[in-house]
């Protein structure tokens, strides 16, 4: 199979941008991409584009990809449209990776976008609603204040259980939000600029017990997008390539507590794929959608064993200068989470440290980095998780 390589990356700043639609963010990014990559835009030979809400908070549905694209003047090459909930442009990047795998294409375009925010606030908590399975949900959804995502009692409820399990206490949720928030006030992509300390996090207005407001991701608005490329397709256009080591999608399923969840099984995987450890990856982006899913994945990517995770963050072992730096972009508490833009944001926030343009958040000596994004819940569980690791 033939070797991916990343070329080129654009982000727009996420945030909240209520005059801006899918196509003046989608196309922000994508002549970002396009110029980094150094390429033509003649030169893309398909697009993959993941999208999650723009149905419900746009009206626009089926051709997403193929509207967006246009505005910037791309058309007559296959264009896909990819929906997987909050993994959706992580999901269009794997799509597009075995593609280029494959031998189908030798120049890709990959984008996420999201326009989350509406002048009726209703209308976006209304679009994360379709993420859970509706019908299993349907007295919580009906239940629902309508004041905050429904996510957010989702994740209170999956963050009670595992605070119970493993001795994470409030404190150790504020910690790994302030350290976000200051990661992401030197991240001029970031929504949050401002750094907050564990007390103010603490005394924060609360959305749903244990989470106050600074624990949680922010309503926002963006868009990323990267060029892949096959091996001997980069050659003619950089000389320090980046790899796409590994790229894994799997699904949630039903599971016993104590057994391996969606986000271990998928991570396992995809180190086995990249024949890698976590103790070879040198930064983590990590789906922090609230404090707590930060916690967690320090125990599911094997960075710590099960109840060690306060004592990571205590330690500071996963702040920017710690042994494993975990967000230092800022993370979705910080950074934002436009729903289907994520995954690919976290992937150029990784580009960035792996050629060391990252700036004030740039960790040092950056070779392998891995990226874990997931989205949609039933139950505990999350619907689908995505690890993608990258390299030199």
């Known amino acids: 199979m033939n070797d991916v390589v990343i070329c080129g990356i654009g982000m727009t700043q996420f945030g909240k941008f209520l005059n801006k639609g899918l196509k003046q963010l989608g196309s922000e990014a994508i002549i970002k991409a396009l110029d980094d990559a150094g390429v033509p835009m003649e030169a ?17 549905e089926s051709i997403r990809g193929q509207v967006i694209l246009r505005s910037v003047g791309m058309g007559g090459i296959p264009i896909f449209n990819i929906e997987n909930a909050c993994a959706s442009s992580s999901s269009a990047l794997h799509l597009a990776s075995v593609a280029i795998q494959a031998g189908m294409y030798d120049c890709v375009l990959v984008l996420g976008v999201e326009k989350m925010t509406h002048e009726d606030p209703t209308v976006t908590f209304k679009a994360f609603e379709g993420g859970v399975d509706v019908e299993e949900m349907k007295d919580i959804i009906e239940a629902s204040s309508g004041s905050h995502s429904i996510f957010m009692d989702v994740y209170a409820r999956k963050a009670r259980e595992y605070m119970n399990r493993s001795g994470v206490t409030k404190k150790h949720l504020a910690m790994v939000a302030s350290k976000n928030h200051t990661n992401g006030s030197k ?78 099984e998928t991570s396992r995987a995809a180190y086995q794929s990249a024949s890698a450890g ?12 609230a404090a707590s899913a930060e916690l967690m994945a320090y125990e599911e990517l094997g960075l710590c064993k099960f109840g060690e995770a306060g004592k990571l963050i205590e330690e500071k072992i996963t702040y920017i200068n ?12 910080a950074k934002g989470h436009p729903v289907g833009a994520t995954g690919l944001g976290q992937i150029c926030e990784l580009v960035t440290q792996i050629r060391g343009t990252a700036g004030f958040t740039q960790v040092q ?14 139950g505990l569980e999350n619907a689908v998780a995505a690890v993608t690791i990258l390299k030199k």
């Open 44 to 60: 893309i030979q398909a697009a993959y584009v993941g999208n999650a809400v723009a149905g419900v908070v746009t009206g626009q």
């Open 187 to 264: 991240n001029p992509f970031a929504q949050r600029s401002k750094p907050i300390t564990i007390e103010e996090v603490l005394l924060d207005r609360v959305i749903a017990e244990p989470f106050t407001r600074y624990m949680c991701s922010p309503i926002s608005d963006g868009a990323a997008a990267v060029v892949l490329c096959s091996a001997n397709y980069a050659k003619k256009l950089t000389n320090k390539p980046i790899y796409v080591a590994a790229s894994v999608i799997l699904s949630g399923k039903e599971h016993s507590i104590g057994e391996p969840n969606v986000i271990e």
């Open 278 to 289: 976590p103790e070879e990856i040198d930064v983590f982006e990590v789906h922090d959608a």
């Open 322 to 333: 710690g042994l494993k730096p975990v967000n230092p972009s800022g993370g979705l508490e």
């Open 365 to 378: 000596n950056v070779k392998m980095a891995l990226a874990q994004n997931a989205g949609g819940m039933f």
